[in-house]
């Protein structure tokens, strides 16, 4: 109980704050950096030829033996490419791809922006505000979103490719799900108990 007193004080709350923030702008400027680099044709997949199968694949190199690649971005999922006729990647693939991507960052980039304005808003000493619990609020569902839909969504951008490209894609995504639909709850679950707070400090100002 003394050890959680001494850590669980303005002094150290407030840089740890500040700290967080940066951490998250850090992470947004990873994403986007990521997302930029999957437009340029430098996300890694399977590639299925005539001559053979390479694991570690992008489209903006030709020789797909050359391992290992530097600054390439991989979604975590498996995505399959296979070539078309002239056993070339086809240019639709690498829409594909980006989009795919770029599904995968978007709702995260915007998830992190808003809980950086929650560790802004405590550096500054605002805690329990109706802002923090829309920004937690966010986050949570923006974060549960990228869980459950997400992964359709990729399915879908794939089915799409195949129909309008003279090569095929195909992906196995949502391994991580579990694992980010329960953060995701958990962040839904706080904002609400600050939302609650919120209400009952204003409760007890008009009754005083």
């Known amino acids: ?25 850090f992470v947004i400027c990873f994403y986007i950096l990521c997302t930029s680099l999957s437009f340029m044709g430098r996300q890694s997949f399977f590639l ?3 001559t053979g199968t390479f694991e570690r694949a992008i ?3 030709e020789n797909h033996n050359s391992h290992p ?21 086809d240019p639709t693939i690498q829409i594909g791809l980006s ?27 605002e805690i329990f505000t109706e802002q923090n619990a829309s920004y937690l609020l966010y986050f949570g569902v923006l974060q549960f979103s990228a ?9 879908l951008i794939c089915w799409l490719i195949s129909q309008v490209s003279n090569g ?3 992906i196995s995504t949502g391994q991580a ?15 609400y108990i600050i939302h609650y707070g919120v209400h009952l400090q204003d409760e007890v100002d008009h009754t005083l």
């Open 99 to 125: 989009l795919i991507y770029a599904v995968h960052t978007i709702p995260m980039i915007f998830a992190y922006l808003f809980l950086s304005r929650v560790f802004s808003n405590i550096y500054k000493g």
């Open 147 to 155: 869980a459950f839909f997400v992964p359709f969504i990729k399915l």
């Open 168 to 170: 095929r894609m195909s």
């Open 48 to 50: 299925h030829t005539k």
């Open 69 to 89: 690649r530097s600054m390439t971005v991989h979604t975590g999922d498996d995505i399959h490419v296979w070539t078309n006729d002239t056993d070339q990647i």
């Open 177 to 191: 799900m579990f694992n980010m639909l329960v953060p995701s709850i958990a962040f839904i679950v706080a904002a």
């Open 1 to 25: 109980m003394k050890l959680i007193q001494r850590l669980a004080n303005e002094r150290c709350a407030k840089p740890a704050a500040q700290l967080m923030a940066f951490a998250c702008y």
């Open 59 to 61: 489209y903006a190199e």
